[in-house]
């Protein structure tokens, strides 16, 4: 059974970091892309970042090049998403998912398994 499990949300205040994981079971994280995205209230689910089982290749919204880092440890089949710089505008219910292959893209068509979604609140 295919499962993904966020965690690592919280409140933290602007200028903070935090590390979102997204633990996957039931299948294998090397053998597929993973994506991160996120939903704040009242607005569309968007696209924040994207790593690719291929070659590893990474894609971020504009919004957080710089400021966010993608990675995979295969061995505990987990992707993570290092958040820092945070700003109120990062607000928002964050999810990953896996992305069918092939491609880079933030299209929630081309994503067939989502998790739960974590909560991060960026407030002083």
């Known amino acids: 059974q295919v499962q993904l499990v966020e965690s690592g949300g919280g409140l933290v205040q602007p200028g903070g970091s935090l590390r979102l994981s997204c633990a996957a079971s039931?299948?294998?994280?090397?053998?597929?892309?993973i994506g991160w995205f996120r939903q704040a209230p009242g607005k569309e689910r968007e696209g924040v970042s994207l790593i690719s089982h291929t070659d590893g290749s990474t894609i971020y919204a504009d919004s957080v090049k710089g400021r966010f880092t993608i990675s995979r440890d295969n061995a505990k089949n987990t992707v993570y998403l290092q958040m820092n710089g945070l700003k109120p505008e990062d607000t928002a219910v964050y999810y990953c998912a896996r992305r069918v292959p092939y491609g880079l893209d933030f299209s929630p068509y081309n994503y067939d398994y989502w998790g739960q979604g974590t909560q991060v609140t960026v407030s002083s």
């Open positions: 039931g299948f294998t994280v090397a053998y597929y892309g």
